[in-house]
């Protein structure tokens, strides 16, 4: 490692200490974030000379979303010079983590695993004890009264509040509170300090009061279904205040105007770079129909359907609202005939006729677009993607392109071994196409699957954290991600005489088409509990088939196994291996024939659920429960 890097950056750090003194008048909540910022940057010292660079990466990020809370206290000069010291910092950081070789994943040693008596959990759908805060009745509502235009019905600021389980996961930052310790965390901080929520709706002290005791309680759900949005546990009448917004009414296809056709690119192109994330103007967010139909803002209700000319939105796009000016601002004006569209969608009730109304606008727009392209052409936009998502993670490393039939290889490595990685992975194809019964004369996918080859473990996490927006679990070494317009792969890079390429990608292949199968979606811990028994299946020499299964006894001896997979958006390694070893299970020999009309049903179109029920006469929980003995 370079260390003169370091202590380069840790005299910067240093320096900027010192030289941030005289900054303008704050507000002291501002003056506390100014502070924070500047604490935490001489603990970076210390990080960086006991060389614990993963633990000054956390650092610098927390450091990052403070700096950008203090964007409109400080002055311009100010903020700017506070920026660059802060991208000095994480630029030298980057360059020192870049002298990290990126190492391929080890096999874990099987040693004999310790019985442990499972640790008990609360029972989800039974009342909180005496005395306890019940969170259907007493902390959903608050949520849904102060929460919904923001976090309910969107992810402003990476936090959803839809549901219990997206609350105690917290937002792509890092859990906002700790159960049993209700005088800390992110979530508490923000009410104490009335940051949030904004507008009118702030909450009283008794409702402050009554979170940090549920917190401090243990934040139990006593609710019957934890991945249930909130609005809908809330009882009649209990949610004080509780203006949830206007329900999404679905078009019939009689309309003369759609609103995926005629409404939504024009709200994409002119309106949703102002009125999305944390500075919307107005207070009015439109990333998706949900927050378009429903968010209030700071001039009322936007829409009032089947009254064009009574809509605040109409009335802000012929420029004759009482409040505020002409729509957009400081832009040409729509064109009559976009408004008279406009008016036409609201007069037919203001409906919708797109797959998800939680769904951003810019993605349905795009998902509409590749479907519409040809194989090719959807190709060709993913390498576009692909360079664009490199660029955004590793913007100082240009990377080189393979292209094969059925797949793209990107990376910074020799052009020779690009090109062997490249007929490695056309080998893995068509064993993984062979294993779902497909011919191998066709891509699993259409579009193909872009494959990122990560020489390094910084390249991996940074796209991890930058195109992804999450911390990659420091168990985990390879990962993919697919919808209708993108579809890649993470993997390390090859070595020589290193067999964990071949099962890293296989695992990626088919993944990717599993996720491609069925309609609504398929739970993350079927696609990689499928995907790594299928790469097992067509590489068991691999190394990584090793891992996987050494890593399945150490995992089985925690507790909660089910509820620890079932529901999750992202596993870990412990999630990994139980979801693998579900999935073994499930597809052994005495039940390949029920596995094999699973497969086969989702390729037909049929939801997962559905799929499940038809093949095995059960649902995922029952058969975990079969499985863990839970």
Known sequence: MNFSRVLGTAVLIASFAIASQAQAELSPRDQAKFDAVKLSLEQAVSLYKTKKLEELGMLLQEVEVKVGELKNALPADEFAGLEKRLGAAQRLLKNALDDLPMKPATPAKTTPTPTKTPAKTPAKGTAPTAGGVSFVREIAPIFVKACTGCHINGARGGLSLRTYNDIMKGSTAGIIF???????????????????PPGPNKLTQMEVASIVNWINQGAKFDGPDPTAPLPTLVPAGTAPGNNPGMQVARATGNEKVSFMRDIAPVLNET??????????????????????ISNRGDSGGAITPGNPQGSV???????TATKGGRMPRNR?????????????????GAK??????????????????ARKMTHDELAEWRVDMALANWAMSNPSNKPDVVRAPTHTIIGRLPVAQMEEASKVAAAVHDKVAQAFRLPTTQPLLKGKLSIFVFDKRFEYSEHSRMVEKRDPPKDVVAHWRYDVVDGYGC???????????????????????????????????????????????????????????????????????????LQARDLDGTGSA?????????????????????????????????????????????????????
């Open 271 to 292: 309106c949703v770079r102002c009125h999305a994330g944390q500075q919307a103007g107005g207070n009015f967010e439109m990333a998706n129909f949900n927050q378009f």
């Open 578 to 630: 139980l979801s693998y070893h579900l999935v073994k299970f499930m597809s052994a020999k005495q039940n390949s024939i029920r596995f094999n009309q699973l497969i086969d049903n989702m390729k037909r179109g049929t939801p997962f659920n559905n799929a499940l029920q038809q093949a095995y006469g059960v649902d995922a929980k029952k058969l975990a429960s079969m499985c863990f003995g839970g």
């Open 491 to 565: 993997v390390p890079a090859p070595r020589d005489g290193d067999t964990a390429f071949a099962g890293n990608v296989a695992e990626q292949f088919a993944g990717a088409y599993i996720e491609s199968l069925g309609k609504g979606g398929v739970p993350r811990w079927f696609a990689v509990g499928a995907a790594r028994m299928i790469a097992a299946r067509v590489e068991p020499k691999s190394v990584m088939v090793k891992t996987w299964d050494d890593a399945v006894a150490p995992a089985m001896s925690g507790a909660s196994k089910i509820d620890q997979i």
């Open 178 to 196: 700790t159960p049993g310790k209700g005088d800390g965390g992110a979530l508490l901080e923000q009410l104490a300090t009335s940051s949030m």
């Open 313 to 319: 939105l109409i009335q802000k796009l012929r420029g």
């Open 352 to 369: 919708f006729d797109g797959e998800d109304p939680a769904q951003s606008i810019d993605f349905a727009l795009k998902v509409i677009k």
């Open 332 to 348: 040409e004006p729509l064109s009559e005939e976009t408004i008279k569209k406009f008016e036409t969608w609201v007069a037919e």
